[in-house]
């Protein structure tokens, strides 16, 4: 399969006052066209530095990075979509309004846009809370209209950034499936940050593991197991332990 | 009545009922007040200069019937309308701008700190040997008592919208003057609302008292202050009851209806403090 995204010789440094934290360097990547990537690392190891530069909100400080073979900086925002860890919906705009922001930019027309959404937020299982503003939602109904709203922009690249991280075991546990779900019917790329192991087992093809300060890949997991997986299969468990210890050892 | 009201009752009620629950709640104070008013003016038995509510109540009726009161009401309001118009407009501009680009903060931030403390009323003499009496004048000062609480909850605001609104944005090639429109302007809408408000009663209290001494022949300011060459304690304590009422009316069912209908119901208000005076 053809590579979407390709890294090379990542380097990210923040200038601070009196000291240059280096949050990546040297990071070589290449992210498959369609592929389900989860990247783990402890708190600090940089994951959401990375995903900070793929998503363009930051430059990085050295190497490259091209995206369907282009440089990222040419390509411009149009074809990425972001989930963020804290709720970023928008509070003034209803659930339904929030997931038709992006065709809005896009310029889709009323009729079709409205269309698109209610799409999305249906596969979401929120239709029946199109008009609703966010503040009445709950926290996993917000990262259901956050994951709506970035799906129905349509991006080629999504990128997630402990999207579930702060919502409880069993909400989190069914918007994994969800996300599974909607993976599968639109095969886009995804680029998933967490720091929950059994999570990264559960949703990845293949997963990344940082190592911490400054950065850097220290071992890629393939997860060769079928959809949908079952966390008592002996192989599941199994990669779980690989991946804590690499988590632990990097 | 006091166990009724802490009870919250989770139905919406009917604007009679709320209007209900208002004036049980309220009413009382005014009649001891009233009642308060009324023996100490017959104990006093001056009715010129200290007059019974009868006195008063019947001197309004006639001020309202010939319209009167009404036409200085309106002369005020209409002078405040117009310093709110101009104060909203600047106010907001400014606050963005200070909040937006660092060197538009620098240059006002300063300013801003200066002038903020002064009251709107001091500099009344300047202005009066500038333009003189009248609108001019009132309407500079009032403008000047509302801008700068606007501008400086504008700036707090605009600097206080959620970087992850703007990433969102941002990711959605939402830029420029489409993120402006449509997420700086919203996100920090409580805070200007709260400068607006404060504004609002900065140039009500500023431009009535400004009246008093700049206005040339209308505006309740005015009307109190002229009414004293006749004694007519009645007509000020009118006048003063109207200048309570309207900025009553402002507030409770202009501003909190606006609020209301944007911030409140976007659950944006548990985190705003109102700043400025
Ligand atoms: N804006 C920033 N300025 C300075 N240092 C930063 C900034 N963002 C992150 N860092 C530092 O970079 C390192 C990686 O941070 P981050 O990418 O947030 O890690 P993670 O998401 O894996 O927890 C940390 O040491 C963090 O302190
Ligand atoms: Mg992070």
């Known amino acids: 399969m053809r590579s979407k995204v390709s890294i090379q010789k990542l380097t990210m440094s923040y200038y601070l006052k009196d000291r240059v934290v280096t949050a990546l360097n040297g990071i070589d990547l290449e992210i498959a066209d369609g592929e389900f990537l989860v990247v783990v690392g402890l708190s600090g190891c940089g994951k959401t530095t990375l995903l900070n530069i793929l998503a363009g909100f930051i430059k990085p400080t050295g190497g490259e990075i091209l995206l369907d073979g282009k440089p990222i900086a040419q390509a411009g925002l149009m074809n990425r979509g972001v989930v963020f860890q804290e709720y970023a919906l928008f509070p003034w705009r209803t659930a339904l309004q929030n997931v038709e922001f992006g065709l809005e930019m896009k310029g889709v027309d009323r009729k079709n846009r409205r269309e698109i959404a209610l799409k999305y937020l249906d596969l979401v299982h929120l239709t029946n809370f199109t008009n609703i503003y966010p503040h009445h939602l709950s926290g996993g109904m917000k990262q259901r209209v956050a994951v709506a709203r970035a799906y129905a922009y349509e991006p080629e690249f999504m990128l997630m950034d402990e999207p579930f991280g702060a919502l409880d075991a069993q909400t989190r546990e069914s918007l994994q499936a969800l996300t599974v779900e909607v993976w599968q019917k639109t095969r886009k790329t995804i680029f998933y940050v967490t720091h929950n192991i059994g999570e990264a087992v559960y949703l990845a093809d293949r997963i990344i593991v940082l190592a911490g300060q400054p950065g850097r890949i220290y071992k890629e997991i393939r997860v060769d197991l079928p959809r949908p997986r079952d966390s008592f299969d002996p192989r599941y468990v199994e990669l779980e332990r690989e991946t804590t210890r690499a988590v632990r050892q990097g | ?277």
């Open chain 2, 1 to 277: 009545m006091q166990a009724e009201q802490e009870i919250q009752l989770p139905r919406a009620s009917s604007m009679w009922e709320k209007t209900w629950q208002w004036c049980a709640a309220n009413l009382p104070s005014f009649i001891v007040i009233f009642a308060l008013w009324e023996i100490v003016s017959r104990i006093w038995g001056d009715p010129v200069l200290f007059p019974t509510l009868e006195v008063i109540a019947s001197r309004g009726w006639e001020l309202t019937k010939s319209g009167i009161l009404l036409k200085h009401t309106f002369a005020t309001a209409y002078r405040i309308l117009g310093s709110m118009v101009l104060a909203i407009s600047l106010g907001v501009l400014i606050g963005f701008a200070m909040g937006r680009y660092r060197i538009w903060e620098r240059f006002w931030l300063p300013i801003v700190a200066v002038l903020l403390p002064i009251p709107a009323l001091a500099w009344t003499p300047v202005v009066v040997l500038w333009f003189g009496l009248g609108d001019v004048t009132m309407i500079f000062i009032t403008t000047f008592g509302a801008v700068l609480p606007i501008i400086s909850n504008t700036w707090t605001g605009a600097k206080s919208v959620n970087p992850a609104w703007i990433r969102a944005a941002n990711s959605m090639n939402c830029g420029g003057h489409r993120l402006f429109f449509r997420i700086i302007f919203p996100g920090s809408l409580p805070f200007i609302l709260s400068g607006v408000r404060v504004g609002l009663a900065r140039a009500w209290r500023a431009g009535v008292a400004a009246e008093m001494v700049a206005a040339s022949d209308w505006g309740l300011g005015y009307a109190i202050f002229a009414s004293r060459e006749f004694l007519d304690i009645s007509f000020m304590l009118c006048g003063i009851a109207m200048i309570g009422l309207v900025g009553f009316v402002m507030e409770k069912f202009i501003f909190q209806n606006i609020e209301t209908m944007t911030v409140i119901k976007w659950g944006m208000m548990e985190d705003v403090q109102v700043g400025g005076g």
